[in-house]
């Protein structure tokens, strides 16, 4: 990546970029080695500069939401990580019950905005710790409820650098997935269709799936949430459990004693730890019960 940075500097202000940024300091695993370059674009032009800047020089870069579904190598990423945390705006039309907000502005806070205006329908994301990009992305859902049944329509950019408006059908979701990775398309703001609601109903529908979390995730050990995909017709922690696993450590990463379908990093973790214990459950797993685990959490880098 010789000369890259300073051509960098022509696609982004000098403030907008680190160099060698621990990502560690960017995942819920709170493990990963340093991105060469870590660049967070103030708005869609600084946004399309550094990425035909990528393209032109070959340089690989990886958009981030909150890193809330991620594992990053403890070697980090030889190229640039783009995050989209200025893209944070958050609108809520109590008349038509549509929220239009940016990629990067939080779940939590997007349901706290719904919340205000008795708009109910995103109770179900306000414990979700991602970005809304991220939750396009994954199609990401929690107690009965996904993305897909909310998502009006979304602005990407494409590959290109030209910027569209997609309609939800055309995203192709589906459980904790979409076209978004395949076609390459980065999502800048998304529009959420909600309903009309009763405050007090939507506050306790919160609170209760709040203290559901509480008592069944462990939620004081950094983690990716379920590290496993649902496999059809399966619950991973069942099948993970029904392996003798709970529990299982390998170095500073666990099995969850708490939710088998959490892996957490228990004490100091490495990002290797984290993916070789995930190498041995699936293995172990699919000797005891012939289901192929896959991961749900997204990988990055070195290892
Ligand atoms: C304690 C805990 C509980 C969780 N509970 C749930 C749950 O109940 N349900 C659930 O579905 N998930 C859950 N998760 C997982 C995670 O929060 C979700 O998958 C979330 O949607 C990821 O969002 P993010 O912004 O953190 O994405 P990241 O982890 O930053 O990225 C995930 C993927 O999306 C891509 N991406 C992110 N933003 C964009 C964008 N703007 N444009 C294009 N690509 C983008 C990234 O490149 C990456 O491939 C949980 C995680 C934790 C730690």
Redesign the pocket.
Known sequence: MTGFYEKLLGAADKDHIKIGEEMRK????RVGGPAACFVIPADETELSGVMALCREEEVPF?????????LVGDEGFDGVVIS?DS?CSCQVNKETGIVTAG??A??KRIAQEAYKASLTGFE??A?????????????????GS?MKEVLKSVR?MTAGGEVRDLPADQLSLGY?TSC??PKQ????EARIRLRDGDEVSIKNRMDELAGR?REK???EY?????TFKRPEGYFAGKLIEEAGLRGFSLGGAQVSEKHCG?VINKDHATAADIRDLCEEVKKRVFKNSGVALEM???T?GKF
């Open positions: 960017h995942t819920s695993f990886f958009i981030l939401g909150n890193g809330s579904n991620l989209m893209f990629a990067g939080s779940l179900f994301a414990g979700i710790p991602g970005t809304l990009g991220g939750a396009v992305v994954m199609n990401a859902g929690a107690y996904e990407v904790r978004i990775i398309y980065v999502v800048l979390r995730q462990p939620l950094p983690s990716a949430g379920s959490f749900e959490v997204k990055l």
